[in-house]
């Protein structure tokens, strides 16, 4: 076995994946695992302290609702992280973008889709010049960041003026956290959504055995596929019980499965994935390393302003204090329960996902339980350092394993 | 400075003297490159030329000025002066892409893997399969890998998986991957830096057998090791660097160890360039 390079080395059929997995989670490669059951214990713990409240259709509308932005901006931190870098500023460029476009759209007049587009130009503009910055002057991503996070709370502040809050009244601006889809397109949608999931691995498999290697057993495929889409129906025909299925959602979905595509499947994430693990490697392999950490940095601001768009659409407004506090924190923070290393080069956009789940899911539910934010900062942190303290002991097998 | 000045200054560009011309043109040649780190003079007036269809070996003590010099071949820093050559074509190299873009691969001694990556995606960094489209062109996978496993079986390597992270990997194996790397990618010149030195004896004589198939093939093989045994084993000519200035190039088949060393260590003084009877089979070795 062990001279025969071929793709599945646990052997045939179920056993055989389940077996591939044990010698992976005996690697460190434990995947997204310990936040799923993460993520099962706290909905449990809510569903039970809350009497049921926590998992009625209006909460969970209100949480997709309240994932979107956040979520967004910490798809961009799961690229920064996948470097090995650190970008600060995500929170206070969403805040700032949204007070560009409720400037814009509020005291000038611009019209609402201009605004849009213009709060996700500056959020590109600011990656650009953070990334240049960073890469030209060989200055630490931390710091540079740093002097962001305090120099564009200075640039929203000026950006406001005496005002304070802009409160938003545009239709098309309300409309993107204000939309939701009921009965058959959101229906439609879940069946687009589980069936390019599934569709993906099921050609995959085809092609690969096709091609004479290895793939995953059919059972495994089916099993994987029956879950995804048991999970998405659940979600959907509750959310259908409230208000639908909310755009912003759909927003969030779709930029993480196009991330997620870039990340896995195009040259371009091959590049960012092997630059955070082995920099010089990467740059003796011709790898252009300035101008993807630049790309990437771009790449993160660009989502913190969609992010920021997204929470100001939901808000109504945009005031002094637009993504500050815990934005930034809770982004980082989901990137990094969901798996994605802070060492670099490890990580899935679907952390994303998954962590800012676990994150608003917490704070959700404490929420409802009507804690003191004390213990609501508190346990979110505890979250955090248990999932850091995971990756760390995963990190650790795996130099074992390699060694 | 252990006999800094014994030895004697670089030999006088008197080669055309001696030689019928090789019958090949030089894929890649050095002409007088220095290169300077501060205050260390790494490498003075050297030369160095390879040609298709041969193994040079590049050796000397530690401190010879090797690694600067494979370093400058395959782009990673610039020459302070000396020209490179590639093709008959003066060229200026401003990064390792360069080198890669005009087919010299290189295979380091501190691996330069990803290890956060499969032995798939390490075998083609920064050359992946895929459609078009640039950098957001899709990576076929399935071709990649294909390829890795047939490379590897010829190479004999043995990997648990080729989608096995490098993480998992032993030394022995790393090295194999990072050996491999240049059978896959078509280069005309490829480098091997102490390409042996972490290998068990079946291992090392798989990538000396390899090395053998690349020279067939027609490129131009440059390995550096101390294992002179390996060198003498593949080698057609070997060029020897002492204290970052050149030494001479010799013909494997007539040099023998003893002279080897001494050269490598200073203990037999300022040789020049040995001149070599031109080969009677039109072999190539011709300096």
Known sequence: M?????????????????????????????????????????????????????????????????????????????????????????????????????????????????????????????????????????????????????????????VLGSTGTINLRDPFITSLAGTFFTGWVAVGLGVLFVGYLVGLSYFLRRRRLAAGLGAEPMSALLIRSALIALFVAGGIFALDQDRGLPLSLVFLVGIILVMDHIAKRTRFGRMVFAVGGNREAARRAGIPVQRVRIAVFALASTLAAWGGVLAASRLLAVNQSAGSGDVLLNAIAAAVIGGTSLFGGRGTVWAALLGILVIQSISNGMDLLSLDSSVKFMITGAVLLVAVTIDAIARRGRELAGA | MLGGGEYASPPPESREEHVAVAQRAPLLELRGISKRFGAVQALTDVRFDVRPGEVVALVGDNGAGKSTLIKIISGIFPPDSGTIVWEGHETVMHGPADAVALGISTVYQDLALADNLDVVANLFLGREVGSAGGVFGTLDEIAMERRSISVLRRLSVKIPSVRTAIAALSGGQRQAVAAARSVLWENKVVLLDEPTAALGVGQTHEVLELVRRLRDDGRGVVIISHNLEDVFAVADRITVLRLGRYVGTYDAKTVSREQLVSYMTGAMPGTAEVPLPPSAAGAVEAT
């Open chain 1, 2 to 158: 062990l001279d025969d390079p071929r793709v599945v080395a646990g052997g045939q059929g179920l056993r055989g994946t389940l077996a591939t997995y044990r010698t992976r989670w005996a690697q460190g490669d434990i995947g997204q695992l310990p936040v799923v059951i993460g993520l099962v214990v706290i909905w449990l713990v809510f569903y039970i302290a809350s009497g049921g409240t926590f998992v009625s259709p209006f909460n969970l509308v209100n949480l997709a609702l309240q994932m979107a932005a956040v979520g967004t901006i910490a798809v961009g931190v799961v690229f920064v992280l996948l470097l090995g870098e650190i970008d600060l500023t995500v929170g206070i460029v969403s805040g700032l973008c949204a007070g560009v476009m409720a400037v814009l759209n509020v005291k000038m007049g611009m019209p609402g889709p201009l605004a849009v587009v213009a709060a996700v130009v500056s959020g590109i503009l600011i990656g650009l010049v953070q990334g240049l910055w960073i890469t030209r002057f060989r200055i630490p991503s931390f710091v540079v960041t740093l002097a962001g996070l305090i120099g564009w709370q200075g640039a929203l502040l000026y």
